[in-house]
T-cell receptor, first 116, second 115 residues
Framework: DAGVTQSPTHLIKTRGQQVTLRCSPK?????VSWYQQALGQGPQFIFQ???????QRGNFPDRFSGHQFPNYSSELNVNALLLGDSALYLC???????????????FGPGTRLTVT | DQQVKQNSPSLSVQEGRISILNCDYT??????FLWYKKYPAEGPTFLIS?????DKNEDGRFTVFLNKSAKHLSLHIVPSQPGDSAVYFC??????????????FGTGTRLTVIP
């Protein structure tokens, strides 16, 4: 049973560029959430997708956008990259409520983004 | 505003002894609390959770205690093993009016189990 997968593993971009990160959820999961983890901090919620729609968004600017595909996989796009966007980007999948254990989110290994 | 706090950045424990990791929160609307373990270069791994209507949940060597009046939870690991050495994150779940739920994380506690 494949867990959450993310690609690429590492990425180096220049300020002002755009980046796309990809995520495939755990088998059977239909909900995908994205988190940003800065060095020495806990993950911070960016947004959550369910049924191909953004259901909730954290405190992140519009430069951060996403998409969910019919097969439940998801992309995170960041435009006009800033140095402060350098972080580990984590994708998590879960079952939407009212499924049992809907609150448990399972994380992928992350994509390490470095902006120079 | 940090809604979930882990005030101890690190903890060292001898193998075989008990490890106690603490977490405080401010939002009384949280409905579930979770603990995750994270190794370097890996994503957080789900360990154990507890509903806000319970005060204890046990799974093998791991037990989570919730004190709602104090807005405090703790993770007990007994007995501690060297393989438990990792960063532990406390997280709280809040369900949104849209049906979405997001996790609020603490800053983590690095546990080192000394053989």
């Amino acid at each position: 049973d494949a867990g959450v997968t993310q690609s690429p593993t590492h990425l180096i971009k220049t300020r002002g560029q755009q980046v796309t990160l990809r995520c495939s959820p755990k088998s059977g999961h239909d909900t995908v959430s994205w988190y940003q983890q800065a060095l020495g901090q806990g993950p911070q919620f960016i947004f959550q997708y369910y049924e191909e729609e953004e259901r909730q968004r954290g405190n992140f600017p519009d430069r951060f956008s996403g998409h969910q595909f019919p097969n439940y996989s998801s992309e995170l796009n960041v435009n006009a990259l800033l140095l402060g966007d350098s972080a580990l980007y984590l994708c998590a999948s879960s079952l939407g409520p009212p499924q049992s254990d809907w609150y448990e989110q399972y994380f992928g290994p992350g994509t390490r983004l470095t902006v120079t | 505003d940090q809604q979930v706090k882990q005030n101890s950045p690190s903890l060292s424990v001898q193998e075989g002894r008990i490890s106690i990791l603490n977490c405080d929160y401010t939002n009384s609307m949280f409905d579930y609390f979770l603990w995750y373990k994270k190794y370097p270069a890996e994503g957080p791994t789900f360990l154990i959770s507890i509903s806000s209507i319970k005060d204890k949940n046990e799974d093998g060597r791991f037990t989570v205690f919730l004190n709602k009046s104090a807005k405090h939870l703790s993770l007990h690991i007994v007995p501690s093993q060297p393989g438990d050495s990792a960063v532990y994150f406390c997280a709280a779940s809040a369900i949104h009016q849209t049906g979405a739920n997001n996790l609020f994380f603490g800053t983590g506690t690095r546990l080192t189990v000394i053989p």
